[in-house]
């Protein structure tokens, strides 16, 4: 007999917005009705006043205001490597799971800085006093990428007729990043 469990965590960056085109600053200046360089009808005051508005706007956007931008999260497989990369819309959260005969995040960057471990980020149990984890030595996991969720299947780990069989299922959302672990283990095993 088997139990199953479930598990979710929701990694959640920072709801900063901020340009990732420092190019898109043109299109507010247009906007805010600041013509560009071609459109300009009188020499000299209009010319002023746009580098005026734009470094004013330089200067909100430097001292932290937040803009309303639109992002799309991503996700993107290098299954040569057998590597997947996935990232909130805001670009604020980046993981990449190793899934090459373990499943383990091996990167997490929250904001530009890698905060995981060298070792990474894997799942594990507790078994008659010994780690069975995901970190190693299992047989390569069946991967499916849709638009904005990452399913990893078949991960199998643990003694031979004692496995562990978990499922993870990644969701990509504008702010955050959910991970959903599913989970089937022996009765006799202890959590």
């Given at each position: 007999?088997?139990?199953?469990?479930?598990?979710?965590?929701?990694?959640?960056?920072?709801?900063?917005?901020?340009?990732?085109?420092?190019?898109?600053?043109?299109?507010?200046?247009?906007?805010?009705?600041i013509?560009?360089?071609?459109?300009?009808?009188?020499?000299?005051?209009?010319?002023?006043?746009?580098?005026?508005?734009?470094l004013?706007?330089?200067a909100?956007?430097?001292?932290?205001?937040?803009?309303?931008?639109?992002?799309?999260?991503?996700?993107h497989?290098?299954?040569?490597?057998?590597?997947?990369?996935?990232?909130?819309?805001?670009?604020?959260?980046?993981?990449?799971?190793?899934?090459?005969?373990?499943?383990?995040?091996?990167?997490?960057?929250?904001?530009?800085?890698?905060?995981?471990?060298?070792?990474?980020?894997?799942?594990?149990?507790?078994?008659?006093?010994?780690?069975?984890?995901?970190?190693?030595?299992?047989?390569?996991?069946?991967?499916?990428?849709?638009?904005?969720?990452?399913?990893?299947?078949?991960?199998?780990?643990?003694?031979?007729?004692?496995?562990?069989?978990?499922?993870?299922?990644?969701?990509?959302?504008?702010?955050?990043?959910?991970?959903?672990?599913?989970?089937?283990?022996?009765?006799?095993?202890?959590?």
């Amino acid at each position: 007999m088997n139990i199953l469990t479930s598990h979710e965590l929701s990694c959640v960056s920072d709801n900063m917005n901020c340009y990732k085109n420092h190019f898109d600053l043109l299109c507010v200046c247009r906007q805010c009705g600041i013509p560009p360089s071609h459109e300009r009808r009188a020499p000299g005051r209009s010319q002023f006043d746009c580098w005026t508005g734009f470094l004013l706007l330089a200067a909100w956007l430097v001292s932290g205001a937040s803009v309303l931008a639109v992002e799309h999260a991503a996700i993107h497989q290098d299954a040569e490597r057998k590597l997947v990369t996935l990232a909130d819309g805001q670009g604020q959260l980046v993981l990449r799971l190793n899934y090459d005969g373990r499943c383990v995040l091996d990167q997490v960057i929250v904001r530009g800085r890698q905060v995981a471990a060298e070792s990474g980020v894997s799942d594990g149990m507790l078994v008659d006093g010994q780690w069975l984890t995901t970190r190693s030595g299992i047989p390569t996991p069946k991967v499916v990428v849709g638009k904005d969720t990452l399913a990893v299947k078949d991960i199998v780990f643990g003694k031979p007729g004692n496995e562990i069989r978990e499922t993870w299922k990644f969701t990509v959302r504008p702010d955050r990043i959910v991970w959903r672990i599913t989970r089937r283990y022996p009765i006799g095993a202890s959590l």
